[in-house]
């Protein structure tokens, strides 16, 4: 009798053990977060704050592993591998999603910020979480948009300050037609080039500039090869986090308001990172170049906010009347 209910005993725990096993509660959740620049960029802060704050929240439920540096490929790669379920996240940029959401273009409007505080309020309101969920379409979830700072054009020696006098000069540009497109309505040759191949490409004189941030010219290590700085602030190119949206649909509840409730935390430390933070905000990265002696150009902004308002009007042609007057009417352009 006593070996009977011993062997029972024995059945229902092993039944016990093999339920927990297999219950979605007691499942490990492995998260791969993706992205495909240095660790000294924005991007790569945030996405610590944020896996802390996740893992911390469900400390045996999921675990977030974070691939930084291009390791898994870069913007474009992490984008179909993320679409395809490869990797659940990645942190990319609206100048890649735009190939699966041409909506997203409308970030190439020239000059709608003036201030991080202007990016700050489009981006985090009703409009531009509408344009980012067009990503939906091709198999992704639109998770957030947060700052990468300011754009402007790190020169090899000599300063421009308008249309007429930037005449000429080969300027590197993302591989996006729109951003090439502002270079040239600004008056310089667009060279369509991948952040890899800039720095040889300034030190040979291939190109005469770079179209870069002050984080990206400081950290890449542009200010040591170029003389000048032109803060032209023609747009302020978003990063944009998204997941797989099959995934993201099929998570436990209480595990998607863990991931929603720790955005904020993503933003705030991606943001100040790179706009607020002492040592590394846009700012200090200004401060830190007039020191080591890269003459800051002066720019005439209202004259390269004019010679590139074209680039409405192309936009017009290919994400419509109704998405771009939207988005101007809210940035008051």
Known sequence: MRSGKKVVGIVIGIALGLFLVSSPQAQIINIKFADALPPTWCYYQGMKAYKAYVEQKLPSRVKMEIYTSGVLGDQKTL???TRMGALQ???????????????????????????????YKFAYGPVA????????KAGLKFVTWVSAGERGIALRSRCFTNPETMKGMKIRVMQDPFQASIIQHMGAIPVAMSLAEVFTALQT???????LGPTLTVTGKYSDICKAYARTLQFRVPGEVLANLKWWNELPADVRKVLEDGL????KVNDDYIDR???TSEPDRLRYMEKKGIKMCPVYLEAFKKATFPVVGEL???IGDATVDKVLKVVGY
């Not at 291939?206 to 179209?211: K, S, T």
Request: proline share 5%.
């Open 79 to 81: 984008l179909e591998s």
């Open 89 to 119: 996240m990645c942190f990319i940029t609206s100048a890649i999603s735009q190939a699966v959401a041409p909506s997203h273009q409308a970030w190439s409007i020239p000059y709608m910020f003036k201030t991080a505080e202007e990016f």
């Open 129 to 136: 979480i509408e344009i980012g969920n067009d990503v939906e």
């Open 205 to 211: 004189g291939q190109i005469d500039g770079a179209e």
């Open 264 to 267: 904020p935390i993503m933003r």
């Open 277 to 279: 933070d002492e040592g």
């Open 316 to 318: 017009r042609k290919t």
